[in-house]
């Protein structure tokens, strides 16, 4: 035990540094003292006759509970010169020792560095440097030199994760100590090319076959040292899959035992026991790194059930393709249908792997959205195609664009194996590198005929930071110099860092935090773990901060609840002492009921499928399959209807198109149905559903022959034509373009497509008309469904079962279609930014933001963007030059998001009610800064307009207070407080802000001076017995104009800038219920509301002209109240919509 160092009294507030108890620092808990002799010997002890070469090698230790920790031998010879050796500076006599002279005899001795983290190299490199001082020493001396340099490790910090590696100087080496890239993943402080050294390439991807399938894997080399850095390295390999079973690199002489285990293990040998061990143990994978071949054990050589790595791994097995079979709301694997996505020969593979450990864990994680390496690759790799289809609600089917690959892909099968959205790595040419002697594997070549090609990808320079010199680290007066030192270098290289610079300024705030603490100086400390909630909150240690707040005294607490910036924090940790349960993070299999299901379990379990998500569907499907019946479900019409709708998936999957037809289609469209061989007018052949049109193939020899797209078909009937003495139903087309109907004898599937052409014709029609694709897709989820309810129930009534699903068609009979001229014209696209959700989500908030080219930067990232704000704190971002995801929900909290800026080219800073400001980078599409100096929540942000640098925005919240920001430092400037309370929304005109509570709108200055006020009462006298409130206003400058709407009110009320007192002006809004919100756009101000539209509730848009102060149009195209209404660049007018509809409207702006 070492006393800590009594610190400096703190000169900011003084009585908060106290001394801590004596911090024990020998050895971490868990690590079994009596076994860490025989593994620094795994050789055993052996007295040399002549000195040999030092050595190290790498143990991992693992305790009870299954933490590990890391440790470094070091072992060297010394002479022994007399009969007398030294142990902590006690003699001691071994008799038993060989009485050998003073000469030709050499003792080993080994030093082991024991630490939390898997440093390897860097640990290695200090040993190396206390050797060269150890074989200086004489033996009696050897004592404080360990001493000395045990202490001074004890003082080094590990590197919080980021890009900043500390370095440390431990003569004559500079030693480096790496950070883990992110707090996600782990620390790499070790060569990772060298099974690439060891092994050939087609061996490391079965060595990871090995892991993956979780065997019981031996390692074995004449190198110590090797065994732990190779397992290591496919440990690292492996991630973000974790191995979860016994890890023992090394095994020592005495633990050779330990392979007869029976469960899953990867353990390490000596090579000297390969033959043994072989022999002896059943069922092992024995993996020799020094002849890189992969042998097993021989009582089981024959029957080893190792699977093959699959051909079609190119597929991104578990990169992209799980996510398909994943339900994130029920937290379902569907198993089966990933299997049938496999090719067969690769089932043994999939199998073995599907039922490990590690990837039941890896499952966890994608469940709960973890942004880890994989998924982040993911969103990197994503190509086009999967973006649209991100958007889209039908059932996968293959494009004519992947049948097409597929043809030419059975011309050269090799191309299979390439990886989906990857470049083909056959045809980089390289240029060609001069062969090198580098490899540890013994000399083999046969088999060594093929050749690859290397990419050469230069990593980012790391930043370093050098950690002050300890000179005496035993003498507690220079450790407390020591420390004082190493926060005078962090906070003079916070000093000469950017503003901008926070992810290298959070990584000094850490370690000056860590520093703080070990002098006991909690408040300083608890002020720089503050400040990563402003630079990088990813790497905030909550744990750490925790302990220390309750390790507090309660005056101490009273005392640093005294510093505003920790009053929220300090709170945070006592008013909930008790963390909130647990994450959900189950797994289960998807298995079909086997009990009968009323209405909501029915939706569960069909959710739990994948075939559909949307709520509203899935109960009209429930109506279809209960027609005529009680309202539940027997477990074997859920059965036949889930095999039917697979079967009918599968048969889509296998759909092969000729080129001729190929060439007609769109490279986007889909088979989604095909008839049975008719006769029609056109020909014999077979129908064939598109999302986009009819066309027949003809049979004989294959032609296509179109029948009309969707769009022009005028009428469709269920008819019949004579045939010798019978009727056969036939189905009668008339399209626009053409004289002639088209007639096809369909007999008994007549009536079912009869239901579904004038589905899918009623959604296309739909989407016209509200520029909305969306109702082509849900048509084609419903013509499925049809189909899938027919085949299940092939009763007379499935026909009309199959009707309760014909829902456009019924809204096309039922309410006209039509939308106003001028909505017509202005409209201009819509997107369902709930699309794959159970149910539509309000758009609380939207935010344009214009595209621009930044050479460090990906072309899509350059792109406009559009920032949509979801319920419970979900933003979604779309690319706005083609209205496809950019980005899928990441969270901002959980509480409702009330405003959403630009804040700067790199940041968006989104307000939520939980009175937090979340700050976004647009280049990572990441949220790892917070402001937190609001205590109710966020109501508005603006941004300062001009391009003054740096840059400012104002932040309100509901309790009136408004905060000025530094844009680069996000630090608060000024701020006031208003006395009223309930502030809504703030604007800034004239250098002064205008601020919106619900009784008055006020002009403050910047300091929070008042200018002017206008009252609620003052708009007219009999507002005093009305309970009303301003809901929303906007200031147009160029008119001096103050436009503002009240609650329940449908007018909006106009005052002059230059004289409230004047008679205010009005417009009333027609069929209108209630103003939500209102923007400006060059002379127009849109207003957005709730009203009627031929007598039914609708979100309805007002477009008023500035000058005149008339109403120029009104627009109607939201199912739910306009909730929030932003500017593209004044072109464009975006408008989102209640949780009744939850999609966003583009409109062209005048």
Same mark, same amino acid.
């Given at each position: 035990?070492?006393?800590?160092?009594?610190?400096?009294?703190?000169?900011?507030? =003084?009585?908060?540094?106290?001394?801590?108890?004596?911090?024990?620092? !020998?050895?971490?808990?868990?690590?079994?003292?009596?076994?860490?002799?025989?593994?620094?010997?795994?050789?055993?002890?052996?007295?040399?006759?002549?000195?040999?070469?030092?050595?190290?090698?790498?143990?991992?230790?693992?305790?009870?509970?299954?933490?590990?920790?890391?440790?470094?031998?070091?072992?060297?010879?010394?002479?022994?010169?007399?009969?007398?050796?030294?142990?902590?500076?006690?003699?001691?006599?071994?008799? /038993?020792?060989?009485?050998?002279?003073?000469?030709?005899?050499?003792?080993?001795?080994?030093?082991?560095?024991?630490?939390?983290?898997?440093? %390897?190299?860097?640990?290695?490199?200090?040993?190396?440097?206390?050797?060269?001082?150890?074989?200086?020493?004489? &033996?009696?001396?050897?004592?404080?030199?360990?001493?000395?340099?045990?202490?001074?490790?004890?003082?080094?910090?590990?590197?919080?994760?980021?890009?900043?590696?500390?370095?440390?100087?431990?003569?004559?080496?500079?030693?480096?100590?790496?950070?883990?890239?992110? =707090?996600?993943?782990?620390?790499? &402080?070790?060569?990772?090319?060298?099974?690439?050294?060891?092994?050939?390439?087609?061996? +490391?991807?079965?060595?990871?076959?090995?892991?993956?399938?979780?065997?019981?894997?031996?390692?074995?080399?004449?190198?110590?040292?090797?065994?732990?850095?190779?397992?290591?390295?496919?440990?690292?390999?492996?991630?973000?899959?974790?191995?979860?079973?016994?890890?023992?690199?090394?095994?020592?002489?005495?633990?050779?035992?330990?392979?007869?285990?029976?469960?899953?293990?990867?353990?390490?040998?000596?090579? &000297?026991?390969?033959?043994?061990?072989?022999?002896?143990?059943?069922?092992?994978?024995?993996?020799?790194?020094?002849?890189?071949?992969?042998?097993?054990?021989?009582?089981? &050589?024959?029957?080893?059930?190792?699977?093959?790595?699959?051909?079609?791994?190119?597929?991104?097995?578990?990169?992209?393709?799980?996510?398909?079979?994943?339900?994130?709301?029920?937290?379902?694997?569907?198993?089966?249908?990933?299997?049938?996505?496999?090719?067969?020969?690769?089932?043994?593979?999939?199998?073995?792997?599907?039922?490990?450990?590690?990837?039941?864990?890896?499952?966890?994680?994608?469940?709960?959205?973890?942004?880890?390496?994989?998924?982040?690759?993911?969103?990197?790799?994503?190509?086009?195609?999967?973006?649209?289809?991100?958007?889209?609600?039908?059932?996968?089917?293959?494009?004519?664009?992947?049948?097409?690959?597929?043809?030419?892909?059975?011309?050269?099968?090799?191309?299979?194996?390439?990886?989906?959205?990857?470049?083909?790595?056959?045809?980089?040419?390289?240029? *060609?590198?001069? =062969?090198?002697?580098? /490899?540890?594997?013994?000399?083999?070549?046969?088999?060594?005929?093929?050749?690859?090609?290397?990419?050469?990808?230069?990593?980012?320079?790391? %930043?370093?930071?050098?950690?002050?010199?300890?000179?005496?680290?035993?003498?507690?007066?220079?450790?407390?110099?020591? %420390?004082?030192?190493?926060?005078?270098?962090?906070?003079?290289?916070?000093?000469?860092?950017?503003?901008?610079?926070?992810?290298?300024?959070?990584?000094?705030?850490?370690?000056?935090?860590?520093?703080?603490?070990?002098?006991?100086?909690?408040?300083?400390?608890?002020?720089?773990?503050?400040?990563?909630?402003?630079?990088?909150?990813?790497?905030?240690?909550?744990?750490?901060?925790?302990?220390?707040?309750?390790?507090?005294?309660?005056?101490?607490?009273?005392?640093?609840?005294?510093?505003?910036?920790?009053?929220?924090?300090?709170?945070?940790?006592?008013?909930?002492?008790?963390?909130?349960?647990?994450?959900?993070?189950?797994?289960?299999?998807?298995?079909?009921?086997?009990?009968?299901?009323?209405?909501?379990?029915?939706?569960?379990?069909?959710?739990?499928?994948?075939?559909?998500?949307?709520?509203?569907?899935?109960?009209?499907?429930?109506?279809?399959?209960?027609?005529?019946?009680?309202?539940?479900?027997?477990?074997? !019409?859920?059965?036949?209807?889930?095999?039917?709708?697979?079967?009918?998936?599968?048969?889509?999957? *296998?759909?092969?198109? =000729?080129?001729?037809?190929?060439?007609?289609?769109?490279?986007?469209?889909?088979?989604?149905?095909?008839?049975?061989?008719?006769?029609?007018?056109?020909?014999?052949?077979?129908?064939?559903?598109?999302?986009?049109?009819?066309?027949?193939?003809?049979?004989?020899?294959?032609?296509?022959?179109?029948?009309?797209?969707?769009?022009?078909?005028?009428?469709?009937?269920?008819?019949?034509?004579?045939?010798?003495?019978?009727?056969?139903?036939?189905?009668?087309?008339?399209?626009?373009?053409?004289?002639?109907?088209?007639?096809?004898?369909?007999?008994?599937?007549?009536?079912?497509?009869?239901?579904?052409?004038?589905?899918?014709?009623?959604?296309?029609?739909?989407?016209?008309?509200?520029?909305?694709?969306?109702?082509?897709?849900?048509?084609?989820?419903?013509?499925?469904?049809?189909?899938?309810?027919?085949?299940?129930?092939?009763?007379?009534?499935?026909?009309?079962?199959?009707?309760?699903?014909? %829902?456009?068609?019924?809204?096309?009979?039922?309410?006209?279609?039509?939308?106003?001229?001028?909505?017509?014209?202005?409209?201009?696209?819509?997107?369902?930014?709930?699309?794959?959700?159970?149910?539509?989500?309000?758009?609380?908030?939207?935010?344009?933001?214009?595209?621009?080219?930044?050479?460090?930067?990906?072309?899509?990232?350059?792109?406009?963007?559009?920032?949509?704000?979801?319920?419970?704190?979900?933003?979604?971002?779309?690319?706005?030059?083609?209205?496809?995801?950019?980005?899928?929900?990441?969270?901002?909290?959980?509480?409702?998001?009330?405003?959403?800026?630009?804040?700067?080219?790199?940041?968006?800073? +989104?307000?939520?009610?939980?009175?937090?400001?979340?700050?976004?980078?647009?280049?990572?599409?990441?949220?790892?800064?917070?402001?937190?100096?609001?205590? /109710?929540?966020?109501?508005?942000?603006?941004?300062?307009?001009?391009?003054?640098?740096?840059?400012?925005?104002?932040?309100?919240?509901?309790?009136?207070?408004?905060?000025?920001?530094?844009?680069?430092?996000?630090?608060? $400037?000024?701020?006031?407080?208003?006395?009223?309370?309930?502030?809504?929304?703030?604007?800034?005109?004239?250098?002064?802000?205008?601020?919106?509570?619900?009784?008055?709108?006020?002009?403050?200055? $910047?300091?929070?001076?008042?200018?002017?006020?206008?009252?609620?009462?003052?708009?007219?006298?009999?507002?005093?017995?009305?309970?009303?409130?301003?809901?929303?206003?906007?200031?147009?400058?160029?008119?001096?104009?103050?436009?503002?709407?009240?609650?329940?009110?449908?007018?909006?009320?106009?005052?002059?800038?230059?004289?409230?007192?004047?008679?205010?002006?009005?417009?009333?809004?027609?069929?209108?219920?209630?103003?939500?919100?209102?923007?400006?756009?060059?002379?127009?101000?849109?207003?957005?509301?709730?009203?009627?539209?031929?007598?039914?509730?609708?979100?309805?848009?007002?477009?008023?002209?500035?000058?005149?102060?008339?109403?120029?149009?009104?627009?109607?195209?939201?199912?739910?109240?306009?909730?929030?209404?932003?500017?593209?660049?004044?072109?464009?007018?975006?408008?989102?919509?209640?949780?009744?509809?939850?999609?966003?409207?583009?409109?062209?702006?005048?």
């Amino acid at each position: 035990k070492r006393e800590r160092p009594r610190p400096e009294q703190w000169k900011g507030l =003084p009585g908060l540094s106290r001394v801590p108890e004596p911090e024990d620092v !020998t050895v971490p808990d868990g690590v079994d003292l009596l076994a860490l002799p025989q593994l620094c010997f795994p050789g055993g002890v052996c007295v040399a006759t002549e000195p040999k070469e030092d050595r190290v090698h790498f143990l991992v230790l693992t305790d009870v509970c299954g933490n590990r920790t890391y440790g470094v031998v070091a072992q060297y010879y010394r002479p022994l010169h007399d009969e007398y050796c030294f142990y902590n500076g006690t003699t001691h006599w071994e008799p /038993s020792w060989p009485a050998v002279g003073a000469a030709g005899c050499f003792v080993p001795y080994a030093v082991c560095v024991v630490s939390r983290f898997p440093y %390897y190299n860097s640990l290695k490199d200090c040993l190396s440097c206390l050797l060269a001082n150890l074989k200086l020493c004489k &033996d009696f001396e050897v004592d404080n030199p360990i001493k000395d340099f045990a202490a001074k490790l004890s003082l080094i910090p590990s590197p919080p994760p980021g890009p900043l590696h500390l370095v440390f100087n431990m003569k004559p080496l500079q030693i480096v100590f790496p950070a883990r890239a992110d =707090p996600e993943s782990p620390i790499l &402080d070790l060569d990772l090319h060298l099974p690439l050294l060891c092994f050939r390439p087609e061996k +490391v991807l079965q060595i990871l076959t090995c892991f993956l399938t979780e065997q019981r894997i031996v390692f074995f080399s004449s190198d110590w040292a090797l065994l732990t850095l190779v397992a290591e390295c496919f440990m690292a390999y492996l991630y973000p899959l974790q191995w979860q079973h016994t890890f023992v690199p090394i095994l020592s002489d005495q633990m050779l035992d330990f392979v007869m285990a029976p469960t899953s293990f990867l353990m390490g040998c000596h090579l &000297d026991h390969f033959e043994e061990v072989s022999k002896e143990a059943d069922g092992l994978v024995l993996i020799n790194i020094d002849h890189g071949s992969i042998t097993y054990s021989k009582s089981t &050589d024959d029957n080893v059930d190792i699977p093959d790595v699959p051909l079609l791994a190119a597929q991104t097995f578990i990169q992209r393709d799980v996510k398909n079979h994943l339900n994130y709301e029920h937290r379902v694997f569907n198993s089966e249908e990933f299997l049938k996505t496999r090719a067969a020969g690769d089932h043994q593979f999939y199998k073995q792997v599907l039922d490990t450990y590690m990837f039941h864990s890896f499952l966890k994680a994608r469940l709960n959205r973890r942004m880890d390496a994989f998924a982040q690759m993911d969103l990197n790799t994503q190509s086009e195609e999967d973006r649209i289809n991100g958007m889209l609600l039908s059932p996968r089917r293959p494009t004519v664009e992947k049948i097409a690959s597929r043809k030419s892909s059975h011309l050269q099968v090799i191309h299979r194996r390439m990886v989906v959205s990857m470049p083909n790595l056959q045809d980089i040419v390289m240029p *060609e590198l001069a =062969p090198r002697n580098s /490899s540890l594997r013994l000399t083999d070549t046969a088999g060594c005929t093929g050749s690859s090609a290397v990419l050469n990808v230069t990593p980012k320079s790391p %930043y370093t930071f050098k950690i002050p010199e300890i000179h005496f680290p035993l003498v507690s007066e220079c450790v407390q110099a020591y %420390y004082a030192d190493f926060v005078t270098l962090l906070s003079k290289a916070m000093g000469f860092l950017a503003p901008d610079n926070s992810l290298l300024l959070a990584r000094y705030f850490y370690l000056r935090g860590l520093v703080h603490l070990m002098q006991g100086q909690l408040l300083n400390a608890l002020l720089d773990f503050q400040n990563l909630y402003k630079t990088d909150i990813r790497i905030f240690p909550a744990d750490l901060v925790k302990r220390t707040v309750e390790s507090m005294s309660a005056p101490e607490r009273v005392q640093a609840q005294q510093a505003p910036e920790l009053m929220r924090l300090i709170s945070e940790i006592l008013d909930k002492p008790h963390e909130a349960s647990k994450l959900d993070d189950h797994v289960k299999n998807f298995e079909l009921p086997k009990e009968y299901m009323q209405l909501d379990d029915f939706m569960k379990r069909v959710q739990e499928s994948g075939i559909v998500k949307d709520a509203s569907t899935i109960q009209r499907l429930f109506e279809a399959l209960t027609v005529g019946q009680q309202k539940q479900i027997d477990p074997e !019409t859920f059965k036949d209807f889930y095999n039917c709708w697979k079967e009918t998936e599968a048969e889509a999957q *296998e759909v092969s198109l =000729p080129w001729l037809v190929m060439e007609h289609l769109d490279k986007n469209e889909c088979v989604y149905k095909l008839s049975s061989s008719v006769k029609t007018n056109l020909g014999v052949g077979k129908i064939a559903m598109t999302q986009k049109r009819l066309f027949l193939l003809t049979e004989g020899r294959p032609g296509y022959v179109e029948i009309s797209t969707f769009r022009n078909i005028e009428e469709v009937r269920s008819t019949s034509t004579a045939f010798l003495l019978r009727r056969i139903p036939a189905l009668k087309i008339k399209v626009a373009s053409k004289k002639e109907v088209f007639e096809a004898n369909l007999k008994t599937e007549c009536d079912l497509w009869h239901l579904m052409v004038k589905e899918m014709w009623a959604g296309k029609k739909l989407a016209d008309d509200h520029k909305d694709p969306q109702y082509v897709q849900q048509a084609l989820t419903h013509v499925l469904l049809m189909d899938a309810v027919v085949g299940t129930l092939q009763s007379p009534g499935a026909i009309y079962a199959a009707s309760k699903l014909s %829902y456009f068609d019924k809204m096309r009979k039922e309410v006209p279609m039509a939308l106003p001229k001028a909505t017509v014209e202005t409209l201009k696209h819509k997107i369902n930014p709930s699309a794959g959700e159970t149910f539509p989500q309000a758009v609380d908030a939207l935010l344009y933001t214009p595209g621009h080219l930044d050479p460090a930067e990906k072309v899509a990232d350059a792109h406009p963007k559009l920032w949509c704000a979801l319920s419970d704190g979900k933003v979604t971002v779309f690319d706005a030059s083609s209205w496809t995801i950019h980005q899928h929900s990441f969270k901002v909290g959980t509480a409702k998001v009330n405003c959403i800026v630009m804040a700067d080219q790199n940041q968006v800073w +989104v307000g939520s009610e939980d009175s937090v400001i979340y700050i976004i980078n647009v280049h990572s599409m990441s949220c790892n800064k917070q402001l937190t100096d609001h205590c /109710s929540g966020v109501t508005d942000l603006i941004v300062q307009d001009g391009q003054r640098a740096p840059s400012k925005v104002y932040s309100c919240s509901m309790d009136g207070t408004v905060l000025a920001w530094n844009v680069s430092t996000l630090q608060v $400037t000024s701020s006031f407080q208003l006395s009223s309370g309930g502030l809504t929304s703030i604007r800034l005109h004239g250098g002064h802000l205008w601020c919106c509570t619900g009784n008055s709108i006020m002009a403050m200055t $910047t300091n929070g001076f008042l200018c002017q006020e206008l009252k609620i009462e003052e708009i007219e006298e009999n507002f005093k017995d009305i309970s009303t409130s301003f809901l929303a206003f906007q200031l147009l400058p160029e008119q001096e104009q103050l436009w503002a709407a009240c609650a329940g009110r449908s007018e909006v009320y106009i005052w002059s800038l230059k004289d409230l007192a004047q008679p205010l002006q009005r417009v009333p809004l027609k069929d209108c219920s209630e103003i939500i919100c209102m923007i400006r756009v060059k002379k127009q101000v849109w207003v957005g509301s709730r009203g009627l539209w031929q007598g039914t509730p609708r979100g309805k848009i007002y477009v008023i002209d500035a000058e005149t102060k008339t109403v120029e149009k009104e627009l109607v195209a939201h199912m739910d109240t306009v909730r929030t209404l932003c500017s593209a660049e004044d072109r464009y007018v975006l408008s989102g919509s209640g949780r009744e509809e939850g999609k966003i409207a583009i409109w062209k702006g005048e």
